[in-house]
């Protein structure tokens, strides 16, 4: 098992960057795949970025170039860069990781990009 917790969003205009953070409760040098995703308000939750050991780096075509996932072994931590923020990445971005069969999710923290 592992508890994940999201942080660093906020309200940012157009055009500005967000750094989050999902901080897990052990260890996550051997969690497979840990990843990001989000969930706009009507929409359904969609994968921003997933990284898994030893394989690529996925992004939805819509961050591309723009936004990065990585982690810290040391701090037990993911992160997700985001620049050059639009208006449609406004949700609730929510932190995974994939332990076996089983899906653990942090509690989400909200993005506004707005003006």
């Known amino acids: 098992q592992v508890q994940l917790v999201e942080s660093g969003g906020g309200l940012v205009q157009p055009g500005g960057s967000l750094k989050l953070s999902c901080a897990a409760s052990r260890s996550i040098i051997n969690i497979y795949t840990m990843g990001w995703y989000r969930q706009a308000p009507g929409k359904q939750r969609e994968l921003v970025a997933v990284d898994t050991i030893g394989g690529p780096i996925n992004y939805a075509d819509s961050v591309k170039g723009r936004f990065t996932i990585s982690r810290d072994n040391a701090k037990n931590t993911m992160y997700l860069q985001m620049n050059n923020l639009k208006a449609e990445d406004t949700a609730v971005y929510y932190c995974?990781?994939?332990?076996?069969?089983?899906?653990?999710w942090g509690q989400g923290t909200q993005v506004t990009v707005s003006s």
């Open positions: 995974n990781g994939r332990i076996g069969v089983f899906d653990y």
